[in-house]
C-alpha cells in the first residue's frame, strides 16, 4: 500500500480524482532495485507498470546481433512500461535498466485494466503523458529533417548542460540514438567542438567551454 500523501506529490497524479487515488493507494507497492539491475525486458509478458519514485532509468532495445540502441531516460515521477500494458500482444515492447539506484511504485495488470475501465480520469491522464512524448517525437522529426547532425549535437550539449549530471554519464552510442546518428559521427563531432574549443570532455563529462558559441552552432542552418 502507498500512503496517499505521496501520490498527491506525483506531477502526472495531480488530476486524479480521490477514488483514483484510492485504488492506486490500497494496489501499488515499492520494488527496489540496484544500479545496473534489469527492470523489464523487452518480449516478456508485460505484467507491471511502474511510477519512479527515485533514481533514473534507460530505456532501450536490443537487434538480434545484441547491438543496443537507447530510446530515453527518465527520472522521478516518470511512468514505465504504460504502451507496453496497452498493446495487442501484452508484451514488453522495450526493456528498462536503472542507472542508479532506483525504487517503484508498482502495480500490476489487473490493476491498470481495472483502471482504464471504471476511472476515466486515469485515461484522461494517460492520454496527456502520450501527448507530451508524442510532441517530442514530432520535434525530433523536424530536427532529423531540418537540422544538421552537427547542430543537433550542439542543441543537445547545451540542453545536457541545463541538466543535473546524468548518472553514469552519456556514451556516445546513447547521444548517437537520441539525436538519430551514428557513433562514429558523434565521436567525429565532438572531436572537431573539442579541437575549436568548444567543449572539454573527461570521460564520459563534457564540459562547455564556450557557450555563446556553441549556442550559436545550435542555431546555424544546413552547412552541408
Not at 523487452?42 to 540502441?69: C, D, T
Not at 514530432?138 to 547542430?151: F, K
Not at 547545451?158 to 565521436?187: C, F, N, S, Y
Amino acid at each position: 500500500m502507498i500512503p496517499l500523501s505521496e501520490l498527491k506529490n506525483i506531477p502526472v497524479f495531480t488530476s486524479l480524482n480521490a477514488n483514483t487515488l484510492k485504488v492506486l493507494s490500497e494496489r501499488g507497492f515499492i520494488h527496489s532495485k540496484p544500479a545496473g539491475s534489469s527492470i523489464i525486458i523487452e518480449g516478456l509478458p508485460a505484467e507491471f507498470f511502474y511510477f519512479i519514485r527515485s533514481g533514473s532509468v534507460r530505456v532501450l532495445r536490443m537487434n538480434i546481433e545484441g547491438r543496443i540502441q537507447v530510446l530515453n531516460r527518465f527520472g522521478p515521477g516518470s511512468p514505465l512500461n504504460i504502451i507496453s500494458m496497452l498493446s495487442d500482444q501484452k508484451t514488453n515492447l522495450s526493456s528498462i535498466e536503472s542507472l542508479t539506484p532506483v525504487e517503484l511504485i508498482t502495480f500490476d495488470r489487473s490493476c491498470f485494466e481495472l483502471l482504464i475501465e471504471q476511472h476515466p480520469d486515469f485515461s484522461k491522464m494517460l492520454l496527456g503523458i502520450f501527448s507530451e512524448r508524442m510532441n517530442k517525437m514530432v520535434d525530433l522529426a523536424s530536427d532529423l529533417s531540418l537540422r544538421t547532425v552537427r547542430t543537433r549535437l550542439a542543441r543537445f550539449l547545451m540542453e545536457l548542460a541545463d541538466k543535473p549530471p546524468a548518472a553514469g554519464g552519456w556514451t556516445q552510442d546513447e547521444i548517437a540514438a537520441h539525436i538519430g546518428t551514428v557513433r562514429d559521427v558523434v565521436g567525429r563531432l565532438l572531436r572537431e567542438f573539442e579541437a575549436e574549443g568548444l567543449i572539454n570532455r573527461n570521460r564520459q563529462q563534457i564540459l562547455l567551454l564556450d557557450r555563446s558559441r556553441l549556442a550559436l552552432e545550435a542555431e546555424l542552418a544546413d552547412r552541408s
